[in-house]
């Protein structure tokens, strides 16, 4: 009876989170898209249009994972112990795991994981454990605090941690004001954490507005990426690729809030394996890509248009697999991610 409770919760858990588990599998899409693109990124060839268009549609993929995390916990008070020891099992786990099959395959010393990030994708793993410490903490000012409050500090995080930072690098005048007057609290990636839960009771009357509007901003991130790269062709200028950045910003809570409610109609079920894999898929999928480069199957192998895409799409299916394939093995399961 009570495995029959827990699957028919989790069954209605699902169906009123369809929206979420969407924006998760496209996050997670985009990540790999974003890795699969980023051979050529860094380095101006005729090439790099085609590398900048895919990285800008997907540049959206942390902040929604941001958002998610703050969806998903920002209104649940529970014990902090029984917290953390969840998240140790969800997030610790498989992070230890695939930083211990990097380190071998990289020829590592075994801790170096601990030192610093052994594959260049696992930076946000490290950021995101530091921000499942604080949650608990941020919960429970979420949960007191009153409307005005909340969207004055959304307001105050989009000034300084999203508006200062873009103008900052791109004027490159020397003033900080965040730093002159430490208001550090309303900065950084933690502010879409909020922002997630900020949305979660905002009701959408036009999904397809903010879709467009999603297409909208992503095509000015491209044209602003082109126009710093013909003003200074010499260099490539990321200012405009940070995940605080205006157009970023905007891209990310227009899809947001686009797809948060939604049903899903077509693919569900591949769409709800992949959500449900996203992590274990975003561990090891930098491997994939790695290996598959050896096998001359990357952007840099062929049309950037073509191979982009199918490389991207060969990455996720055998990220997919492999974790899947380790989610099988006795002892192991918790491992996968």
Request: net charge positive.
């Amino acid at each position: 009876m009570d495995e029959t409770n827990t699957a028919r919760t989790a069954t209605v858990r699902t169906r009123d989170y369809e929206g979420i588990h969407l924006l998760r599998a496209l996050a997670c899409v985009m990540v790999v898209f974003i890795h699969a693109s980023d051979i050529l990124f860094y380095k101006f060839s005729p090439k790099w249009t085609a590398a900048i268009f895919f990285d800008s549609f997907s540049r959206v993929c942390i902040p929604l994972f941001l958002m998610i995390a703050g969806y998903l916990s920002l209104d649940k008070q529970e014990d902090i112990l029984h917290y953390y020891k969840k998240r140790f099992v969800r997030i610790i786990l498989p992070f230890i795991f695939y930083s211990l099959i990097y380190t071998y395959f990289n020829h590592k010393f075994i801790f170096t994981f601990l030192e610093k990030p052994i594959a260049v994708h696992l930076w946000y793993v490290y950021y995101f454990i530091g921000v499942s410490l604080f949650i608990p903490f941020m919960t429970t000012l979420n949960l007191h605090a009153t409307d005005n409050q909340k969207r004055v500090y959304v307001v105050l995080w989009l000034a300084l941690g999203v508006l200062a930072p873009t103008l900052k690098n791109f004027f490159n005048y020397p003033y900080d004001v965040v730093k002159v007057f430490n208001l550090f609290p309303f900065t950084g990636m933690i502010g879409y954490l909020f922002l997630g839960i900020f949305l979660k009771a905002r009701q959408i009357q036009s999904r397809r507005k903010f879709l467009l509007l999603y297409i909208a901003f992503t095509a000015m991130l491209i044209i602003a990426n082109h126009t710093l790269f013909f003003g200074n062709p010499d260099k490539v200028n990321t200012v405009f690729m940070n995940y605080d950045s205006v157009f970023v910003f905007l891209a990310s809570i227009s899809l947001f809030c686009a797809l948060k409610d939604i049903r899903i109609k077509y693919m569900k079920k591949i769409i709800l394996l992949i959500s449900k894999r996203s992590y274990g898929i975003y561990l090891i999928h930098f491997f994939i890509l790695t290996n598959l480069e050896t096998l001359s199957i990357s952007a840099n192998h062929g049309p950037a248009w073509v191979m982009i895409p199918v490389t991207a799409v060969l990455a996720l299916f055998l990220s997919l697999l492999v974790v899947s394939i380790i989610r099988k093995i006795p002892y192991l399961e918790k491992c996968a991610g």
